[in-house]
């Protein structure tokens, strides 16, 4: 394996260059690989179609599971959304940076195409110091989980290097991720929050913050972000979203 493009990112004393290439590769429309706080993710620019299209190539996946989009602090929300309700909003003070997801709809005038979205898009904001380090200089990342789609996704750069190196230039080694539990998702763009996956924060603790129903009977959880998310493997068969209307990402979050 060539470690050429594998950059150390285990030390903010020093990771500036190798945060500096990751910035550049992804202002060029390339794809950087990543340490978030379940996996490491797989990113382009959200506004960038075609560096958004190359990340669902590269996963090996098509439109209709488009991926998360992780921001650097909640402040970016109203930016990328529109009529969040007060309770989502309590849920992302609560528990943001970390393992929650919301599924919200996305500002119509925003120039970006994530795939087959439905004029919704899945936010979260990442609780791991390399990938704020970078979301800071680049802004909004569409993110999926550093594997291709069906295999386990990375928790080390190198596990990640081995699945997605012939198509990603920038690989920012953050060392292993303990991880392990995607983010919870959660719909908010009906008239009640409503889990449509389960993850890292439990039912009771969302439900201390603002009301949300469990999992709907038909519906169930895609990995949606294997980086920092739930299960491992971003293939899950209800990977299809549980209401055509309001489609679950088909891997990222984590």
Known sequence: ??????????????????????????????????????????????????????????????????????????????????????????????????????????????????????????????????????LRRTGPLAVSSANRTGRAAGRTVEEAYTQLGASVPIFLDGGEIPGGVASTIVDATGDVLRIVRPGAISLEALRAVAPVEDVAPDGAAPDDNAPDDTAPNDAAPNDAAPDVARPVPGDLDR
């Open 1 to 134: 394996m060539s470690l050429i493009r594998i950059k150390d990112a285990t030390d903010p004393a020093t990771w500036g260059p190798a945060i500096d290439e990751a910035v550049h590769a992804i202002s060029r429309g390339d794809l950087v690989v990543f340490p978030t706080d379940t996996v490491y993710g797989i990113a382009a620019d959200a506004f960038t179609p075609s560096a958004v299209q190359a990340l669902l190539d590269a996963k090996g996946r098509g439109r209709q599971m488009p991926p998360p989009v992780l921001m650097p602090d909640a402040r970016t929300l109203d930016g990328l959304a529109t009529d969040v309700p007060d309770s989502a909003r309590a849920l992302a003070e609560a528990f943001w940076p970390g393992g929650l997801t919301l599924i919200v709809r996305a500002q119509p005038s925003l120039a970006w195409d994530l795939g087959e979205t439905y004029g919704t898009v899945a936010l979260r904001v990442p609780d791991h110091p390399v990938a704020l380090a970078l």
